[in-house]
């Protein structure tokens, strides 16, 4: 690890100026995947701003705004305490499986929601600064440069979305509930304004700079998560399919909310996991579910016609079969209040 | 007998929880330096150019060591030969420009901090000349060569001559059954990283305090390996945090600080991160073939088992793969082969069970699949295949053998009569059940070793012995055996163990420590007895003139009359009239050969398995499992069930998730890192049962214990496999079983 500055911020306005005023600066919240990337010289930041006691953990319902009625989550709140807070459990239950199907109880504990958000991939060829990454070495003419996921060990990578720059995948699970709840990430920026990012444009498919996961700027703080309120709570499932029962990330995850009436499907969400660079939106297939009458075939059409565009690498074939499995199976449970 | 064969808690347990148990890493002494090892990114070529002079600039840094400027080492290869080294010449770190393998160690930088020298490492430049690396097994089954012979054939014997034509016995074979199967590599990763802490003392004298199996060991290749005089050393191993076979041979770090610490006349620590714990010792990658040929009746008429092993390009690791088939199943017709392909890694090294985990889950697999295609119960099948004699060791007898007793427990614990052997013919929900089961088999054997046995002068007992505790119980099982062996309270009884000043003993791996260092605990003890009462007939007015030592037993901290216990005297009393001095006698044991080379020596277990397998998304879990063990004696059933349930969760990490990833376009390890490479999480276990049946062996020791290591593990990859089959209907070949192969 190399060595760095350490601050703490004061408040959100000095936490952002500090960032803004060096671009080799980062925040540190709950430090889970930084410390982390900084110890095997992924990351190499000169400065640590911690903003751990900044006032940003609040969990409140929206009294005005486009999102009233929803839920506000503080940026700087505890995963472990997003997941459990009653209004969570109560009316996004979908967000509460998936922040309890990741990690460890140790890790989220300390991680943060506004973190979680900006975890990185962990890809290996990411990780390991010895490998060929484009991600991690977006100049082209380091000797580093390359994917060395494109033709290696690719198993766990994407099969929709990705670039011949990057295969790589993103690995939150809360992020993936967050993406089918269609929330909104708050963010304050360099001049002190706010500005708020639909969960579908936060995070980026890689294309030809994969080095940017998210389009928050360098100096962008996120402040709160805003979900709107919705009628999915009787009607959602998180499903993680991964290779050991606990503290594994997904091969595949699936977050199916439903807004049902009787047996027909009046609203759909689907957003996956595992699959590509972000959170993925399955919205052929929840084009394809709205108006239905809820059956396993309509479930296996709505699936087949999302995968139909998926793209594998050479080890991850069985994902788009997997995939298709897990929508369903999704859908089921969702349909049925999540119980088999 | 009070205390062997009681389920007596862990004498060190009190230590271990409230953290005094002190690690490698842990020991301070004053002015310490560390050092943090600079690892090769290239697996094979020469190193062109190493610059440290970034490294040395940073305010802190102490030297940075490379093959250009290391200190002078022993000149001849047999100075860096272990007590573990296979045939062939040792890695030695920081030798010349030569890679070896990925990972190697390239450089050692010391600074007055840990953080210092983790920063500095970063900085020290290395260009290499990378020529193309050959590290994929699959890819040279064509070029697999005879492993040239070495010492440790003595514990790990090559394949026995053929006997028979197996070709033509399979040929004929009414039923026949063939398969491949392949095996990736996997790390140790005890939860202890490697750390070595050398404390340099007065006139050079090094405290090594050392993560190792073998104290004995380091020391001696410290010593021969820096030609320092034995009596300049001294290497201190109280706690292991686990090691697996990982600390059977000294690993780098060891050298590195020692070579250090002498060079800058200064204590040193070297501990090596988990990304580096993938850069020594592994369980190798093998690939095997199985053929049967049964008659109708289920009688095997042919085997043919042959493993295919990678090791280094500098030594020929083995290990035993296909004897078990031998021991188990007594075919008329039989081809054992064993082979070894060289390649760009480092040497494997004895990984949990060797050999045997791999052999087994071949071979039992196979076993079950021909049993299908008999239509017989796989269990009816053993039975009937079933061996008192070892044709792999001249038809031997075995020196006890009560499989056949796992067998029947095992079964009915488990509620084997009640399976139908149809595969798919069980479900729970959308989950599909299946039950499978395998043999296992396992090593007892026994080398010599040497303990010493002391009486305070407060009547207190205290035996030491230079073996190691890596976590299995044997402070536990050794202070229950001096214990009873002078009749004392446990209390009153204290073992030491991980100091070279001690008695030695040899490494503590093949499951032979219990029998090994329990004999010489029991034969120090055993003198000391002797010498005791020696001195009790000599006090005056002692009630045991005339008396012989087989007419006294030791009961309750005294030496008493049989025929009168009236008639005792304390051992307190004895020592106390000892002019102030203690009492020691020192012993050493050694295996009886005559009765050791007229019989086979093993243990046995059987283990059954219930998987459930949500077939849809491929995901296995082990629901429940029962393995039934006969190793002898055992002598504490809490820490031998211990042992053996963790060997169950080993092979269910074996059998579905274990894998150390290699990108062989690079010839590096992908997930090294606990949070790829999966081992199981608690919500991985489930219902692990345990029984043993008890065998009374009086040939393998006089302790007539087998040692219960490894016989946990061996027998369980085979029985998930069956199991798999029996719940889907699939045959998978390939470890681990991950989600993809199932659905």
Redesign the interface.
């Known amino acids: 690890?190399?060595?760095f500055r350490f601050t703490n911020a004061k408040d959100a306005a000095s936490a952002v100026r500090s960032l803004t005023g060096n671009p080799n600066a980062r925040f540190l919240a709950g430090g889970t995947n930084l410390l982390d990337l900084m110890k095997e010289?992924v990351e190499r930041p000169d400065e640590l701003i911690d903003i751990t006691r900044l006032p940003l953990t609040q969990i409140r319902t929206i009294t005005s705004g486009p999102n009233q009625g929803g839920l506000s989550i503080g940026g700087l709140g505890r995963n472990a305490d997003a997941a459990n807070h009653p209004l969570v459990r109560q009316n996004y239950p979908l967000l509460t499986q998936a922040i309890l199907a990741g990690a460890s109880g140790q890790i989220r504990n300390m991680a943060t929601n506004g973190g979680n958000l900006l975890q990185r991939t962990?890809c290996?060829?990411f990780y390991?600064v010895?490998?060929p990454c484009n991600k991690r070495e977006p100049d082209e003419s380091s000797a580093r440069a390359g994917c060395?996921a494109l033709?290696?060990?690719n198993?766990m990578h994407a099969i929709f979305g990705w670039s011949e720059k990057c295969v790589a995948v993103y690995p939150s699970d809360m992020a993936i509930a967050l993406a089918a709840l269609d929330a909104t990430v708050n963010v304050r920026k360099a001049d002190g304004q706010e500005r708020s990012i639909a969960f579908a444009d936060f995070h980026r498919l890689p294309g030809d700079t994969p080095e940017k996961d998210t389009n928050l700027n360098h100096g962008e703080l996120i402040t709160a998560i805003e979900l709107p309120r919705n009628r999915f709570a009787d009607h959602s499932y998180y499903l993680k399919?991964r290779?050991?029962?606990?503290?594994?990330f997904a091969?595949v995850s699936v977050a199916a909310a439903l807004e049902m009436k009787e047996n027909r499907i009046v609203q759909a969400r689907i957003a996956m996991g595992g699959v590509a660079h972000k959170p993925w939106r399955a919205l052929k297939a929840e084009q394809l579910l709205v108006g239905k009458e809820a059956s396993d075939a309509t479930f296996r059409q709505a699936a087949e016609a999302e995968m139909a565009g998926a793209r594998p690498l050479s080890h991850n074939k069985?994902k788009v079969?997997?995939s298709n499995?897990?929508i369903v199976?999704a859908l089921q449970m969702a349909v049925n209040g999540g119980k088999? | 007998m009070k205390y062997i064969g009681e389920p007596i808690t862990r004498v060190d347990g009190h230590e271990k929880v409230t953290g005094q148990a002190k690690y490698a890493a842990e020991f301070n002494v004053p002015d310490l330096a560390y050092g943090v090892v600079v690892s090769s990114t290239i697996t094979k070529g020469r190193i062109i150019r190493l610059d440290t002079s970034r490294a040395l600039a940073v305010n802190g840094v102490i030297a940075v060591f490379t093959h250009e400027n290391r200190p002078k080492t022993a000149w001849f290869d047999v100075s860096y030969k272990d007590q573990d080294a296979p045939p062939g010449s040792p890695f030695r770190p920081l030798y010349d420009n030569e890679i070896k393998y990925n990972g190697q160690p390239v450089a050692l930088v010391v600074a007055e901090t840990f953080e210092l020298a983790r920063y500095a490492a970063m900085l020290v430049d290395v260009a290499y000349e990378a020529t193309p690396c050959d590290t994929d097994l699959l890819k040279h089954l064509d070029a697999v060569r005879d492993p040239n012979p070495g010492v440790m054939n003595i514990f790990k014997p090559l394949p026995p001559k053929p006997r028979g034509d197996a070709d033509q016995a399979f040929a004929e074979a009414p039923v026949q059954q063939s398969a491949q199967y392949i095996h990736g590599m996997q790390h140790h990763n005890p939860m202890e990283m490697f750390a070595s802490t050398v404390e340099y003392g007065k006139n050079g004298f090094l405290t090594i305090y050392d993560k190792t199996q073998g104290v004995t060991n380091s020391l001696l290749y410290v010593t021969q390996a820096f030609n320092i005089p034995f009596n300049q050393v001294r290497v201190v191993s109280p706690y292991v945090g686990g090691a697996f076979g990982s600390g059977l041979r000294p690993q780098y770090q060891l050298f590195l600080a020692v070579m250090a610490a002498r060079d800058l006349k200064r204590s040193v620590r070297v501990s090596l991160t988990r990304q580096q714990m993938w850069s020594f010792g592994h369980r190798p990658a093998t690939v095997q073939n199985v053929r049967l040929g049964a008659r109708p009746d289920g009688t095997l008429t042919s085997i043919t088992h042959e493993a295919m092993a990678a090791t280094s390009q500098f030594e020929d690791y083995m290990e035993t793969v296909v004897n078990w088939t031998g021991k188990l199943y007594p075919s008329e017709n039989a081809t054992l082969r064993y082979k070894i392909k060289s390649l760009d890694l480092y040497t494997p090294l004895d990984m949990r069970a060797p050999g045997g985990v791999t052999g087994l889950h071949a071979i039992e697999s196979a076993v079950d699949e021909l049993a299908y295609k008999l239509g017989m119960d796989p269990l009816d099948f053993r039975l009937k295949n079933y061996t008192e004699r070892d044709w792999t060791e001249k038809d031997k007898p075995f020196s006890s053998k009560e499989l056949r007793e796992c067998f029947r427990q095992g079964a009915e614990r488990f509620g084997w009569a009640t399976r139908n052997p149809e595969p798919r013919s069980m479900q729970r929900g959308h989950n599909l059940i299946g039950w499978g089961m395998a043999t296992g088999i396992w090593d007892a054997a026994q080398v010599p070793a040497r303990a010493e046995a002391t009486l305070t002068v407060n009547g207190k007992l205290r035996v030491r012995s230079a073996t190691a505790d890596i976590g299995t119980g044997t402070y536990t099982i050794m202070t229950q055996i001096a214990a009873d062996t002078l009749g004392m309270p446990i209390d009153d009884v204290v073992f030491r163990l991980g100091d070279t000043t001690m008695p030695p003993a040899p490494i503590q791996g093949g499951s032979w420590t219990a029998s090994t260092v329990g004999s010489a605990v029991k034969s120090a003890c055993d003198a000391l007895a002797k010498t005791l009462f020696r001195m009790a007939k000599r006090l005056p007015k002692s009630p045991f003139v005339g008396v012989g030592f087989d007419d006294v037993q030791f009961i309750d901290g005294a030496i008493q009359l049989r025929q009168n216990p009236s008639k005792r005297v304390s051992l307190l009393e004895v020592v106390s009239r000892n002019r102030g001095r203690a009492v020691t006698e020192t012993a050493t044991s050694i295996p009886n050969l005559i009765k050791h080379n007229s019989h086979s020596r093993n243990a046995h277990a059987a283990a059954f398995v219930e998987v459930q397998v949500d077939e849809e998304f491929g995901t296995v879990h082990v629901t429940r499992a029962v393995t039934a063990v006969a190793a002898g004696r055992i002598l504490n059933p809490r820490t031998a069930r211990s042992q053996i349930i963790g060997g169950m969760v080993w092979g269910i990490s074996h059998a579905l998730q274990e894998e150390s990833v290699m990108d062989h376009r690079y010839g590096r390890f992908m997930n090294h890192d606990l949070a790829e490479y999966h081992i199981p999480v608690c919500a991985d276990i489930h219902d692990l049962d345990v029984v043993f049946v008890e065998e009374n062996d009086t040939i393998v020791n006089p302790l007539g214990v087998k040692g219960v290591g490894e016989i946990g593990l061996v027998a369980m990859p085979a029985a998930i496999a069956n199991a798999i089959f029996h719940a889907t209907g699939k045959r998978i070949y390939d470890l681990p079983i991950q989600l993809d192969k199932v659905m």
């Not at chain 1, 290779?243 to 594994?248: E, K, V």
């Open positions: 690890m190399r060595p010289d962990r290996p060829y390991e010895s490998m060395g033709e290696g060990i198993r399919v290779d050991r029962s606990s503290y594994a091969l069985f079969e997997l499995r897990s199976r088999a």
